[in-house]
C-alpha cells in the first residue's frame, strides 16, 4: 500500500516543480543496491548513460546520449552506447518510447511492471504510470491462443505547466 502511494506521487510531481534533486539520488541509490544484488557491474559507462537519461524527465535519442556522453568525456561508439541502453533496459532501469524513438529512466524500477507513459507534446516531459492506471489493459485481449508479452501504451497531451489555465 505504502508502495502504491509513493507510485502516485511520483506520477504527479514530474510534471510540476519538485525536488529532482530526491529523484535523482532516489533512482541512484535504487540502480546500485539491484547492481550490488544482482552481482553485475555498474561500469562508469553503464552509470553515465543512467544518469544522463536522470537529469530531466525528458527522454533523449540515442544520438543525444551519445552527443552529452562525448562532451562530458565518456566518448563512445553507436552499438556501445546502444548495449549499454539494451542492458538498463533489460534490467529494467530505462524504457524506450517508441512514439519518440527516445529513451527515459524508470521512475520506479523497484517493482514489475509494463508501464505506460503520459508524454507533454510541449515541454516533452515524460511520466511513467502503472499501465492498469491508464485505463487500457492488454493483460486480456480476447485473442485466443495468444500470450501478450509487452505492450506500448504512450498517452500524449499536455501537462498544466505547459497550457494556459484558462483552458485547464
Ligand atoms: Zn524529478
Ligand atoms: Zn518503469
Ligand atoms: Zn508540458
Same mark, same amino acid.
Given at each position: 500500500m505504502a508502495k502504491q502511494k509513493q507510485q502516485s506521487e511520483v506520477e504527479s510531481k514530474i510534471f510540476g516543480n519538485h525536488d529532482h534533486g530526491n529523484c535523482f539520488d532516489d533512482a541512484i541509490k535504487q540502480i546500485e543496491i539491484y547492481f550490488i544484488k544482482k552481482k553485475l557491474q555498474f561500469t562508469p559507462l553503464r552509470r553515465k548513460v543512467f544518469e544522463i537519461l536522470l537529469r530531466d524527465h525528458k527522454p533523449l535519442g540515442a544520438y543525444e546520449i551519445l552527443d552529452t556522453l562525448g562532451k562530458e568525456?565518456?566518448? !563512445?561508439s553507436p552499438p556501445i552506447a546502444y548495449r549499454v541502453l539494451d542492458f538498463l533496459i533489460e534490467h529494467g532501469f530505462v524504457h524506450k518510447i517508441q512514439g519518440l524513438n527516445a529513451f527515459i529512466a524508470c521512475s520506479n524500477p523497484n517493482h514489475i511492471h509494463s508501464p505506460a507513459f503520459v508524454i &507533454?507534446?510541449? &515541454?516533452e516531459k515524460v511520466a511513467e504510470i502503472d499501465e492498469k492506471k491508464?485505463?487500457? !489493459?492488454?493483460?486480456?485481449?480476447?485473442?485466443?491462443n495468444f500470450k501478450v508479452e509487452k505492450t506500448t501504451v504512450e498517452l500524449i497531451g499536455i501537462c498544466r505547466s505547459c497550457s494556459d489555465t484558462a483552458n485547464w
Amino acid at each position: 500500500m505504502a508502495k502504491q502511494k509513493q507510485q502516485s506521487e511520483v506520477e504527479s510531481k514530474i510534471f510540476g516543480n519538485h525536488d529532482h534533486g530526491n529523484c535523482f539520488d532516489d533512482a541512484i541509490k535504487q540502480i546500485e543496491i539491484y547492481f550490488i544484488k544482482k552481482k553485475l557491474q555498474f561500469t562508469p559507462l553503464r552509470r553515465k548513460v543512467f544518469e544522463i537519461l536522470l537529469r530531466d524527465h525528458k527522454p533523449l535519442g540515442a544520438y543525444e546520449i551519445l552527443d552529452t556522453l562525448g562532451k562530458e568525456g565518456h566518448s !563512445s561508439s553507436p552499438p556501445i552506447a546502444y548495449r549499454v541502453l539494451d542492458f538498463l533496459i533489460e534490467h529494467g532501469f530505462v524504457h524506450k518510447i517508441q512514439g519518440l524513438n527516445a529513451f527515459i529512466a524508470c521512475s520506479n524500477p523497484n517493482h514489475i511492471h509494463s508501464p505506460a507513459f503520459v508524454i &507533454c507534446r510541449k &515541454c516533452e516531459k515524460v511520466a511513467e504510470i502503472d499501465e492498469k492506471k491508464s485505463g487500457v !489493459s492488454f493483460q486480456t485481449p480476447g485473442i485466443e491462443n495468444f500470450k501478450v508479452e509487452k505492450t506500448t501504451v504512450e498517452l500524449i497531451g499536455i501537462c498544466r505547466s505547459c497550457s494556459d489555465t484558462a483552458n485547464w
